[in-house]
T-cell receptor
Framework: KQEVTQIPAALSVPEGENLVLNCSFTDSAIYNLQWFRQDPGKGLTSLLLIQSSQREQTSGRLNASLDKSSGRSTLYIAASQPGDSATYLCARADDKIIFGKGTRLHILP | NAGVTQTPKFRVLKTGQSMTLLCAQDMNHEYMYWYRQDPGMGLRLIHYSVGEGTTAKGEVPDGYNVSRLKKQNFLLGLESAAPSQTSVYFC?????????????FGEGSWLTVV
């Protein structure tokens, strides 16, 4: 069974801190690994996509890494801001796209 | 460009009633997905389609049926609704999961079964 696990389930940090969200997945035969953001009551917005042949992707203050051999990905957020408060989900993709349960992030002003 | 559109956005059903959720995408995507999201459970894949005329089971397919008669539409049906199907349903689409093709989501459909 393909599974995706995200740790921690929830995280609160003061504004300005750097932070890391973790994602682990079973079955390394993936096409890509994606990170999404979800605000309360809203749909999902794609943040970063790492192809299976890549090690990392960067967008602004966000950096995502992928280690297929260990089945792990991390999302690094630099200089966190209150506007970063949301739920962050990772998803492994082959023909099916399977999500983790997400990490609820709260940035304290 | 509308992207992925779900209808209806809100619905209340009585136990045993049937209904269909419609997902429409205007991006000529091959792959389409239906997910449900429940508190503390993340998104769970119900059914998906890899092209017009195809469907496949996801993680939680029981109690649901789907059809992909047209490439742009993916329908999710509940034949006999149960309170356990109270959830937020999300539709999504992508060209293919291979490479740099990301997945686009609809805004969600809130379903309550009483």
């Amino acid at each position: 069974k393909q599974e995706v696990t995200q740790i921690p389930a929830a995280l609160s940090v003061p504004e300005g801190e750097n932070l890391v969200l973790n994602c682990s997945f079973t079955d390394s035969a993936i096409y890509n690994l994606q990170w999404f953001r979800q605000d309360p009551g809203k749909g999902l917005t794609s943040l970063l996509l790492i192809q299976s042949s890549q090690r990392e992707q960067t967008s602004g203050r966000l950096n995502a890494s992928l280690d297929k051999s260990s089945g792990r990905s991390t999302l690094y957020i630099a200089a966190s801001q209150p506007g970063d408060s949301a739920t962050y989900l990772c998803a492994r993709a082959d023909d099916k796209i399977i999500f983790g349960k997400g990490t609820r992030l709260h940035i304290l002003p | 460009n509308a992207g992925v559109t779900q209808t209806p956005k809100f619905r209340v059903l009585k136990t045993g009633q049937s209904m269909t959720l419609l997902c429409a995408q205007d991006m000529n995507h091959e792959y389409m997905y239906w997910y449900r999201q429940d508190p503390g459970m993340g998104l769970r894949l119900i059914h998906y389609s890899v092209g017009e005329g195809t469907t496949a089971k996801g993680e939680v397919p029981d109690g649901y049926n789907v059809s992909r008669l047209k490439k742009q539409n993916f329908l999710l049906g509940l034949e006999s609704a149960a309170p356990s199907q109270t959830s937020v349903y999300f539709c999504a689409s992508s060209y293919t999961p291979v490479g740099r093709n990301t997945i686009y989501f609809g805004e969600g459909s809130w379903l309550t079964v009483v």
